[in-house]
């Protein structure tokens, strides 16, 4: 392989740490565990535009996404409690 030395070094000198796009990336994912935290019916759009919202970052529902199915956050679905028809119910009064 030809590389140049100053490439080489700086390779080396950059080994370990994280760019900016995977620093922005744990950022996010701390964000997503906080709201989520809070507000475990949220999906991933909803966490999108809550951190949208507080902190002005442009990001796509997209990475919101991948980040969510990384740390294995789903939404909780939320039960709808109904009577059938024809059932009685008592009034309050």
Known sequence: ???????????????????????NREDLKTL?????????TYGYRNIAN??????????SDWLCH???????IKSKARKNWFKRPGEEHELIS
Do not use: P
């Open 1 to 23: 392989m030809e590389v140049s030395r100053s490439g080489y070094y700086k390779w080396a000198k950059r080994k370990g740490k994280l760019n900016q796009y995977e620093r």
């Open 32 to 40: 997503i565990i906080s709201i989520y935290d809070k507000h475990s």
């Open 50 to 59: 809550n951190i949208r919202n507080k902190t002005g970052w442009i990001f």
């Open 66 to 72: 991948n980040c969510c199915k990384e740390l294995n």
